[in-house]
């Protein structure tokens, strides 16, 4: 069965960098796209970041663009978000979630991760 | 940007009646439009794709409807584990399309 399984989560200062990992398994991930959702507490869910099946094309929400990056390593079925410059803001539980397409295209989101929360603070 | 608009917030409902919520776009998505629940400390979980198209292992008593600016989806008779939020999501619009700010269904 589809699993995805975030790590990475913390507490970390503003202005400083984490790293997520999304560890994939029960499908051949390096045929979907990927992507980055997140959840602000008590509130509602926002896209982040999506990359291609082969990691060629990637988008960011501009909310997070120039911050963060969006990575995968098709050899060891993980999506990775590098998050520098982390503000106040950015404190959320963050999900990676698949689409059933390895294009960047407008899609549903068909297995979410259980996600991994982050909190920004100092 | 689309803007995807979820009515009511919150919406009280007994165990065994039905309910409705709605998904208003603030321009046609087609039937590009997804529903997910989620449940408190739980990832989304996808239910209807395609505006009507229930997903794998979704119960019948779950229905989509709609098409171009205005969604409905139904439960026909409200079971306690359905008590939840739940959100639309429009994937119209590249890269990732835009979800609506959810609708809390919780036990009248």
């Known amino acids: 069965q589809v699993q995805l399984v975030e790590s990475g989560g913390g507490v970390v200062q503003p202005g400083r960098s984490l790293r997520l990992s999304c560890a994939a398994s029960?499908?051949?991930?390096?045929?979907?796209?990927m992507h980055w959702v997140r959840q602000a507490p008590g509130k509602g869910l926002e896209w982040v970041a999506v990359?291609?099946?082969?990691?060629?094309?990637?988008y960011f929400a501009d909310s997070v663009k120039d911050r963060f990056t969006i990575s995968r390593d098709n050899s060891k079925n993980t999506l990775y978000l590098q998050m520098n410059s982390l503000r106040t803001e950015d404190t959320a539980v963050y999900y990676c979630?698949?689409?059933?397409?390895?294009?960047?295209?407008?899609?549903?989101?068909?297995?979410w991760g259980q996600g991994t929360l982050v909190t920004v603070s100092s | 940007e689309i803007v995807m608009t979820q009515s009511p917030a919150t919406l009280s409902v007994s165990p065994g009646e039905r309910a409705t919520l709605s998904c208003r776009a603030s321009?046609?998505?087609?039937?590009?439009l997804a529903w997910y629940q989620q449940k408190p400390g739980q990832a989304p979980r996808l239910l209807i794709y395609?505006?009507?198209t229930r997903a794998t292992g979704i119960p019948a008593r779950f229905s989509g409807s709609g098409s171009g600016t205005e969604f409905t989806l139904t439960i026909s008779s409200l079971q306690s584990e359905d008590f939840a939020v739940y959100y639309c999501?429009?994937?119209?619009?590249?890269?990732?399309?835009?979800f609506g700010q959810g609708t809390k269904l919780e036990i009248k």
């Open positions: 029960g499908f051949s991930f390096s045929s979907f796209a």
């Open positions: 990359t291609s099946f082969d990691g060629s094309n990637k």
């Open positions: 395609g505006a009507s």
């Open positions: 999501q429009q994937y119209n619009n590249w890269p990732a399309g835009t």
């Open positions: 321009q046609s998505v087609s039937s590009n």
């Open positions: 979630a698949r689409v059933g397409v390895g294009a960047i295209e407008p899609y549903y989101f068909d297995y």
